[in-house]
């Protein structure tokens, strides 16, 4: 795989297997989908795509190496996978069977993207714009936003592809999405938009999800910015990162604050594909669900009095806009927590922003998300937090330090290995 770092697979060295169930006249837009062991998720996607008023697309599903092909009416080429390669090997595979088959548009979905405008492909081929993203409803949010992540539906016409090269394959998995971004600024292309609507999980925060931290905080965003020359904020980000640790081992989440640190250290080394810390035919079991004790969860009384006190629903965010009213309404909800500092659990209401810093500030925890709950896995002292915030401000010279020579390294390794994403995947 080290040689696929310079240059991009050939389709015949990453697809097993390919199934063409197009219409016999080829669609003017390629939609694809890189799907992984999802089936039920898929088919959700295909019934939203079934909706869509322009009809003249075709549908690329890139599967892991175990899947199999799921059935459907729809026009699909159905590919399957050599190995595993993660995020970045579908699109890759996808984006490349794209351009062989030489379609007008090319649009880039993530599996859990759901288009939820009927009239969403119809506006992508209306534009005269070269690069198009919708709006994206980023659940639990109500409030739709401008997309800003290529493989949340981007549409780019062929020629967007053929000039910045394919996705990095070699970022496996969390950073692939940013990297590709980058090089389409590079290259001149500005990123527009259409009102129509998709919607997204929203990600967890990376300080929950272990997989974030290992794969998109640090090293996605690190290695980005050094393989396309951002160096000044490599290096901000860089010290950013280590501060960021260096305050989980104060507050004494060291486990976290290892992530950091080895995420930095991963990007700096311009390590690629699977971390070597993890196997690379090693598949991640499901992590599970912890049941707190009966006497460590809020009563339902309690919630409700929570709720009926202080607590601002959905419907009323939009009258609680200004800024003195979200600290009032953080600084209710600190109040009220401190209350439950006996108790392990909270229920919290993820669809009001105040919500969260509340309970950070009453309970300065490592929050485990479950459901609607928020597991507390410890409490610290005030004193713990003065005593940590005054070691953070003593060691951030010694941070900018550190920093420049790990940015330095993470050059002298691109240089030396010839790492570059320009026209990946183009020539081969």
Same mark, same amino acid.
């Given at each position: 795989?080290?040689?696929?770092?310079?240059?991009?697979?050939?389709?015949?060295?990453?697809?097993?297997?390919?199934?063409?169930?197009?219409?016999?006249?080829?669609?003017?837009?390629?939609? +694809?989908?890189?799907?992984?062991?999802?089936?039920?998720?898929?088919?959700?996607?295909?019934? $939203?795509?079934?909706?869509?008023? =322009?009809?003249?697309?075709?549908?690329?599903?890139?599967?892991?190496?175990?899947?199999?092909? =799921?059935?459907?009416?729809?026009?699909?080429?159905?590919?399957?996978?050599?190995?595993?390669?993660?995020?970045?090997?579908?699109?890759?595979?996808?984006?490349?069977?794209?351009?062989?088959?030489?379609?007008?548009?090319?649009?880039?979905?993530?599996?859990?993207?759901?288009?939820?405008?009927?009239?969403?492909?119809?506006?992508?081929?209306?534009?005269?714009?070269?690069?198009?993203?919708?709006?994206?409803?980023?659940?639990?949010?109500?409030?739709?936003?401008?997309?800003?992540? /290529?493989?949340?539906?981007?549409?780019?016409?062929?020629?967007?592809?053929? !000039?910045?090269?394919?996705?990095?394959?070699?970022?496996?998995?969390?950073?692939?999405? =940013?990297?590709?971004?980058?090089?389409?600024?590079?290259?001149?292309?500005?990123?527009?938009?259409?009102?129509?609507?998709?919607?997204?999980?929203?990600?967890?925060?990376?300080?929950?999800?272990?997989?974030?931290? !290992?794969?998109?905080?640090?090293?996605?965003?690190?290695?980005?910015?050094?393989?396309?020359?951002?160096?000044?904020?490599?290096? /901000?980000?860089?010290?950013?990162?280590?501060?960021?640790?260096?305050?989980? *081992?104060?507050?004494?989440?060291?486990?976290?604050?290892?992530?950091?640190?080895?995420?930095?250290?991963?990007?700096?080394?311009?390590?690629?594909?699977?971390?070597?810390?993890?196997?690379?035919?090693?598949?991640?079991?499901?992590?599970?669900?912890?049941?707190?004790?009966?006497?460590? /969860?809020?009563?339902?009384?309690?919630?409700?009095?929570? $709720?009926?006190?202080?607590?601002?629903?959905?419907?009323?965010?939009?009258?609680?806009?200004?800024?003195?009213?979200?600290?009032?309404?953080?600084?209710?909800?600190?109040?009220?927590?401190? !209350?439950?500092?006996?108790?392990?659990?909270?229920?919290?209401?993820?669809?009001?922003?105040?919500?969260?810093?509340?309970?950070?500030?009453?309970?300065?925890?490592?929050? !485990? *998300?479950?459901?609607?709950?928020?597991?507390?896995?410890?409490?610290?002292?005030?004193?713990? +937090?003065?005593?940590?915030?005054?070691?953070?401000?003593?060691?951030?010279? %010694?941070?900018? %330090?550190?920093?420049?020579?790990? /940015?330095?390294?993470?050059?002298?390794?691109?240089?030396?290995?010839?790492?570059?994403?320009?026209?990946?995947?183009?020539?081969?």
């Amino acid at each position: 795989m080290e040689e696929w770092i310079k240059q991009g697979p050939s389709l015949k060295e990453i697809v097993t297997e390919s199934m063409d169930k197009r219409r016999k006249k080829k669609g003017k837009l390629a939609v +694809i989908i890189p799907t992984f062991k999802n089936n039920q998720l898929l088919k959700k996607h295909l019934d $939203k795509l079934a909706e869509q008023t =322009f009809r003249d697309f075709d549908i690329i599903i890139v599967y892991g190496k175990d899947d199999d092909f =799921f059935e459907s009416k729809m026009s699909i080429l159905h590919i399957r996978e050599r190995g595993r390669n993660g995020s970045a090997g579908s699109f890759y595979i996808g984006e490349k069977a794209a351009l062989t088959e030489n379609y007008d548009r090319i649009v880039l979905a993530d599996n859990d993207c759901l288009p939820e405008s009927s009239d969403l492909l119809e506006k992508f081929m209306e534009t005269s714009n070269t690069v198009v993203l919708p709006n994206v409803l980023y659940h639990p949010s109500p409030t739709p936003q401008k997309g800003y992540v /290529i493989h949340h539906y981007g549409c780019l016409k062929n020629e967007v592809l053929r !000039k910045t090269g394919l996705t990095f394959l070699p970022f496996y998995f969390g950073g692939e999405d =940013f990297e590709l971004n980058e090089r389409i600024n590079d290259n001149g292309f500005e990123i527009n938009h259409v009102t129509s609507l998709v919607s997204h999980p929203k990600n967890k925060p990376a300080l929950i999800s272990s997989e974030k931290r !290992k794969y998109y905080c640090g090293r996605g965003e690190l290695e980005s910015l050094l393989i396309n020359g951002r160096y000044a904020r490599a290096l /901000i980000f860089t010290i950013l990162y280590l501060e960021m640790g260096l305050a989980f *081992f104060f507050t004494g989440k060291k486990n976290l604050a290892h992530e950091l640190f080895r995420s930095v250290w991963n990007a700096t080394g311009m390590e690629f594909f699977k971390s070597r810390y993890e196997p690379q035919n090693k598949v991640p079991e499901p992590a599970k669900a912890e049941t707190p004790k009966a006497d460590t /969860i809020i009563s339902e009384e309690e919630i409700s009095d929570l $709720k009926n006190k202080h607590w601002l629903s959905a419907a009323n965010q939009n009258r609680n806009n200004t800024t003195s009213r979200r600290i009032s309404s953080v600084l209710s909800r600190f109040l009220d927590f401190r !209350k439950y500092l006996s108790k392990s659990v909270l229920l919290v209401d993820r669809s009001d922003p105040a919500d969260l810093p509340a309970l950070l500030m009453a309970k300065n925890a490592y929050l !485990k *998300f479950q459901g609607n709950t928020y597991i507390i896995h410890e409490n610290r002292s005030l004193l713990s +937090i003065i005593t940590g915030i005054l070691s953070l401000a003593l060691l951030t010279p %010694l941070v900018i %330090l550190i920093s420049f020579p790990l /940015i330095l390294r993470g050059i002298f390794i691109k240089k030396i290995r010839k790492i570059s994403s320009k026209n990946y995947g183009l020539d081969s």
